[in-house]
Nanobody, 121 residues
Framework: QVLLVESGGGLVQAGGSLRLSCAAS????????MGWFRQGPGKEREFVGG????????IDADSVKGRFTISRDNAKNTVYLQMNNLKPEDTAVYYC??????????????WGQGTQVTVSS
């Protein structure tokens, strides 16, 4: 099976940056389209953005456009979420996810365990 493990979360002051990583095992990450989701306290899980197996990216959350970028390194079986100019409202558990159909990336088949990002004001 596909195992996804996120890392890189933590506590950061507003305006700071973090880079989240998602390491895939069980299958090469290049086989899958990857997505990032987040769930803030008391909120529904939302799709942040995704990256196709070929490196095409999409950012759905208007609130993070221009601040978050997604990339992947297939040689390392890893995808990244670079988060800049973080705001308190970015506080959430961030999840990595995967699907082998790009059209279904917003309803992924595989999920990581999540990593906490906390942004202080």
């Amino acid at each position: 099976q596909v195992l996804l493990v996120e890392s890189g979360g933590g506590l950061v002051q507003a305006g700071g940056s973090l880079r989240l990583s998602c390491a895939a095992s069980g299958v090469a990450s290049s086989t899958y389209h990857m997505g990032w989701f987040r769930q803030g306290p008391g909120k529904e899980r939302e799709f942040v953005g995704g990256i196709s197996r070929y490196g095409v990216t999409t950012i759905d959350a208007d609130s993070v456009k221009g601040r978050f970028t997604i990339s992947r390194d297939n040689a390392k079986n890893t995808v990244y979420l670079q988060m800049n100019n973080l705001k308190p409202e970015d506080t959430a558990v961030y999840y990595c996810a995967a699907h082998d159909r790009w059209s279904a990336i917003r309803t992924p088949a595989y999920w990581g365990q999540g990593t906490q990002v906390t942004v202080s004001s």
